[in-house]
């Protein structure tokens, strides 16, 4: 799967990376099917693995619509696929902590299934547990991808992810 994910990664490029030019490309009508056809865990960790910094941002920005709905197990398995690469984890950390409020450094500490490089990394890169979730930026694109972000926060918390929001800040 990780190879039909980086072919599928290749071939969203091109339309994924037009914002440069101020315009952006509808992905999920021309990309759902595939997308689901290669399987969130697969495609998210390869992107994870293949896109840095500021394009992978946009990247999951874009791609809002698919991930909004994985549930904890699907963004445990992301992390297992990934915990091998310390500079993966380090893009991993600030995404699931910011948008998904999940304190990926508890589960990378608590985890057997989460690599030894995932927890040396974490240790020493984000000591503090990583970035604070719900930033303003993160709830004002959340709310023009159409997410409830409280919502999400909730469900997750439901399916036994550990937050770092306290439940009153998502009742």
Avoid: N
């Amino acid at each position: 799967m990780t190879e039909s994910a980086a072919r599928l990664i290749g071939e969203m490029t091109g339309d994924v990376e037009v914002w440069r030019t101020g315009l952006e490309v509808p992905l999920e009508p021309k990309y759902r099917g595939a997308l689901e056809s290669v399987g969130a865990v697969p495609f998210m960790a390869e992107l994870f693995r293949r896109r840095g910094d500021a394009t992978l941002s946009h990247w999951l920005i874009q791609l809002a619509f698919f991930w909004k709905d994985l549930s904890f197990a699907d963004w445990k398995q992301v992390l297992y696929r990934i915990s091998d690469d310390a500079t993966v984890v380090y893009r991993l950390v600030p995404f699931f902590t910011e948008f998904l409020a999940i304190d990926v450094v508890r589960v990378i500490r608590e985890d057997p299934g989460v690599h030894e490089t995932a927890r040396i990394f974490a240790a020493a890169g984000f000591p503090d547990g990583g970035p604070k979730p719900g930033s303003a930026w993160v709830s004002e694109i959340c709310e023009e991808q159409g997410i409830d972000i409280r919502r999400l926060w909730r469900r997750l918390a439901d399916e036994g992810a550990p937050m770092k929001v306290d439940r009153t800040q998502i009742e």
